[in-house]
């Protein structure tokens, strides 16, 4: 597991905390862009998304907080995609049917604001990927035989240039 900080193009920090945000990153005031990358490796304790990645970029500048209480945090112009396929309670899906399968766009780049979207599935843990076609917040996933996997990748970019690059490998297996 690690997260890692970009200002500008210059490292401002890394650390082992990809998924509450307890270990926080400290950013000079002023305007900059920024990224993000983030991995989580599950193999051994989980048989489904077993490798989750996630690489934002976007730009933030100095809070103007009215409150002589603000903290000086800022709410991040960022996004993230769901995948919501109907699974059995083991997370599998049965091999060789086809799918409509949800897909939600959430953060900045949700709703009027989104630029684009771009959804891709790998049979093979992510070795080549198939772009799918989106059509009102699907994608159409054909599962493969008993016994595979299906990986997603996702690229989304809002109105203001903000981005998110997200791939989750073995998201489900077949049956």
Same mark, same amino acid.
């Given at each position: 597991?690690?997260?890692?900080?970009?200002?500008?193009?210059?490292?401002?920090?890394?650390?082992?905390?990809?998924?509450?945000?307890?270990?926080?990153?400290?950013?000079?005031?002023?305007?900059?862009?920024?990224?993000?990358?983030?991995?989580?490796?599950?193999?051994?304790?989980?048989?489904?998304?077993?490798? &989750?990645?996630? =690489?934002?970029?976007?730009?933030? *500048? /100095?809070?103007?907080? +009215?409150?002589? #209480?603000? !903290?000086?945090?800022?709410?991040?112009?960022?996004?993230?995609?769901?995948?919501?396929?109907?699974?059995?309670?083991?997370?599998?899906?049965?091999?060789?049917?086809?799918?409509?399968?949800?897909?939600?766009?959430?953060?900045?780049?949700?709703?009027?604001?989104?630029?684009?979207?771009?959804?891709? &599935?790998?049979? =093979?843990?992510?070795?080549?990927? *198939? /772009?799918?076609?989106? +059509?009102?917040? #699907?994608? !159409?996933?054909?599962?493969?035989?008993?016994?595979?996997?299906?990986?997603?990748?996702?690229?989304?970019?809002?109105?203001?240039?903000?981005?998110?690059?997200?791939?989750?490998?073995?998201?489900?297996?077949?049956?």
């Amino acid at each position: 597991m690690r997260t890692t900080l970009y200002r500008d193009g210059k490292k401002v920090g890394s650390n082992t905390d990809p998924l509450t945000g307890a270990e926080a990153f400290t950013v000079p005031a002023g305007a900059a862009t920024y990224k993000l990358s983030t991995s989580v490796t599950r193999g051994k304790v989980a048989d489904v998304s077993t490798k &989750v990645t996630g =690489d934002w970029t976007f730009s933030s *500048k /100095k809070s103007t907080g +009215s409150s002589k #209480k603000s !903290t000086g945090e800022v709410k991040l112009p960022t996004s993230v995609v769901r995948f919501t396929p109907t699974l059995a309670a083991d997370s599998t899906a049965k091999a060789g049917t086809t799918t409509k399968m949800p897909v939600t766009v959430q953060g900045s780049a949700a709703g009027r604001n989104l630029k684009s979207l771009t959804v891709y &599935v790998s049979y =093979d843990k992510g070795a080549h990927w *198939k /772009k799918l076609a989106v +059509s009102g917040g #699907k994608v !159409t996933v054909k599962n493969p035989g008993a016994g595979k996997s299906v990986s997603f990748k996702a690229n989304v970019s809002d109105k203001q240039g903000n981005t998110v690059s997200q791939t989750i490998q073995e998201a489900y297996r077949t049956r």
